[in-house]
């Protein structure tokens, strides 16, 4: 019994769901969103309320069944509000800049390193040790807010590179820590 996939997901006024068989559009305020949906899920809609029902309860659709829930009221949330993910840059002459739609990452490599915007996200720079990336569709936010932070992760000696702005870092001592 999936507590979250028997929930019904209420849509606002300002979102339109259209289910066209096993595909699923939202469209909004923010943009569109569209998504395929496993065949053993089906999707039904109830005047303003989606219901989201499993086909039996083998341990896959039971799995499916609450994942493709939260899929789909993350693509209703990210039509209305959209998603963001902030970043942070530690580091002596560690630095951002934006150049057009893309990142211009300083981070103490010998060249500067040069991120560009996949397609639906912006980036904002608020000051040069911060990135704000911002979109509609969730999963392409993170993914693109992991990749940034791959080009220098922070190491656990000083704490320089790039981090979540909600993310603690473990230290370490170091040599002299004996």
Do not use: C, W
Not at 64 to 86: A, D, P, Q, W
């Amino acid at each position: 019994m999936s507590r979250i996939g028997n929930k019904p997901i209420t849509v606002p006024a300002e979102v339109q769901v259209k289910i066209d068989g096993q595909k699923i559009t939202v469209t909004g305020a923010k943009g569109t969103l569209e998504r395929k949906i496993h065949e053993n899920i089906s999707v039904e809609m109830e005047e303003n309320a989606i219901k989201v029902i499993r086909k039996d309860d083998e341990p896959e659709n039971k799995s499916l069944h609450g994942l493709i829930r939260t899929l789909i009221n993350n693509m209703i949330i990210g039509v209305t509000t959209g998603y963001s993910k902030e970043l942070q840059i530690n580091g002596v002459g560690y630095r951002v800049a934006k150049q057009g739609n893309n990142l211009n990452l300083t981070l103490g490599y010998s060249h500067p390193v040069i991120f560009e915007a996949p397609s639906g996200i912006t980036f904002e720079v608020p000051n040069p040790n911060t990135i704000i990336v911002k979109g509609i569709d969730k999963e392409v936010v993170g993914q693109t807010a992991a990749e940034i932070r791959t080009k220098r992760p922070p190491e656990v000696y000083r704490g320089k590179g790039i981090k979540y702005a909600d993310e603690v870092i473990r230290r370490k001592e170091g040599k002299t820590g004996k």
